[in-house]
């Protein structure tokens, strides 16, 4: 069975770093596939954030992050991460690592999902 696990949450203030992981289990040829990173605001629809491809050469952001935050993989860990700087309140939101069904950084065809984890940007 394949899991996706968050992790690195949490409270922070404006202009403050955080830096998410996402560890797989149960998924067979982890480093074929592109993995991506969405999140969830109270009120609004999930919206893609970062996506990464199958080797980590090519990312993709929505435009609102370029330049804050930057999705790396380590594939030998089984594990995505999303570090996250200049945070903004708009930023507050659950977020959630997915893999995507090929091997590209897609921004759309995910499966996969994990719990998500919150977090809180406070001004």
């Known amino acids: 069975q394949v899991q996706l696990v968050e992790s690195g949450g949490g409270l922070v203030q404006a202009g403050g770093s955080l830096r998410l992981s996402c560890a797989a289990s149960g998924l067979r040829f982890f480093s074929t596939y592109g993995l991506g990173w969405f999140r969830q605001a109270p009120g609004k629809e999930r919206e893609f954030v970062a996506a990464?491809?199958?080797?980590?050469?090519?990312?993709e952001y929505t435009e609102t992050v370029k330049g804050r935050f930057t999705i790396s993989r380590d594939n030998a860990k089984n594990t995505v991460y999303l570090q996250m700087n200049s945070l903004k309140p708009e930023d507050t939101a659950v977020y959630y690592c997915a893999r995507a069904r090929g091997s590209d950084a897609s921004t759309a065809g995910y499966t996969n999902w994990g719990q998500g984890t919150q977090v809180t940007v406070s001004s």
């Open positions: 990464i491809n199958w080797n980590g050469v090519i990312t």
